[in-house]
């Protein structure tokens, strides 16, 4: 009985990171690029009161054993990475991905992050910026006097200046992918780091080699369903009620135990 009470402490504690992951979905359902993330568990350890195959009288053996499992725990969490939605904005420094990759994004320390957001913006000096004044990798400055920002599907960028015939190209935007994307490591502000986890990574412009292409003017949405985080929560919420019931009975089991010297 005493173990039991801890066996479902372990399962409340594992539902409520499970809860904290979909609330973490359900508040970015409307960040550009996000992409959720689902709760992975595993179970505990397990005392082993017979094993299996332990021979028995009559030169045979026990076909199951006796094996009482202490509990569960969350062993990883799994950021998956297919496409959201698409809204078409018509904004010139919108971008957006079609498929797996990202944007490479210099910080304020020099190191290089990645992100799937396409929001891009033009600071005070005309170059491509985040919306928190973070520069795009490799850097693209729209002149002054440049109009009628266009962007290819294969990633160059071209501008038109008075007195010029045609659009000049004044840069390539470049993307990365990774072997494992969902090992990156996420660090705020629709950013990630490369971790051992999710492999070194792999820089091609748009449409060479695999690489995805480029859509202008559009944005990917997150990829959160929230019917589907709803019935998340649904579940996580019975599940966690299901195991302080565990604890609630291995308590009344107790105090009936305890009772029997009145």
């Given at each position: 009985m005493i173990r039991s009470l801890w066996t479902g402490a372990t399962g409340m504690v594992a539902q409520q990171t499970n809860l904290d992951v979909t609330s973490n979905n359900l508040a970015n359902v409307n960040t550009v690029g996000y992409k959720k993330v689902r709760t992975n568990f595993a179970d505990l350890l397990y005392q082993i009161n017979r094993e299996p195959g332990s021979p028995v009288e009559g030169g045979t053996t026990v076909p199951t054993g006796i094996q009482v499992g202490l509990g569960a725990r969350v062993n990883g969490t799994s950021r998956i990475t297919t496409p959201g939605s698409y809204e078409v904005t018509d904004a010139p420094l919108n971008v957006a991905i079609e498929g797996n990759a990202y944007f490479q994004v210099v910080l304020p320390n020099g190191d290089i992050a990645y992100s799937a957001n396409g929001e891009w913006q033009?600071?005070?000096?005309?170059?491509?910026?985040?919306?928190?004044?973070?520069?795009?990798?490799?850097?693209?400055?729209?002149?002054?006097?440049g109009t009628d920002i266009t962007i290819s599907s294969t990633g160059q960028v071209y501008v038109s200046q008075p007195g010029d015939d045609e659009a000049q190209e004044i840069?390539?935007?470049?993307?990365?992918?990774?072997?494992?994307?969902?090992?990156?490591?996420?660090?705020?502000r629709n950013l990630f780091r490369e971790t051992a986890a999710s492999g070194d990574p792999q820089i091609g412009n748009p449409g060479d080699d695999g690489f995805p292409t480029l859509q202008q003017g559009i944005l990917e949405r997150s990829n959160v369903q929230v019917v589907e985080e709803m019935v998340n929560l649904i579940v996580a919420q019975r599940a966690y009620e299901a195991n302080s019931k565990t604890i609630q009975t291995a308590d009344r089991l107790l105090e009936v135990a305890n009772g029997l010297k009145r």
């Open positions: 033009r600071d005070g000096d005309g170059q491509i910026v985040t919306s928190d004044g973070y520069l795009l990798e490799p850097a693209i400055v729209i002149p002054e006097d840069g390539q935007i470049e993307l990365v992918r990774f072997v494992n994307p969902a090992g990156l490591r996420a660090i705020g």
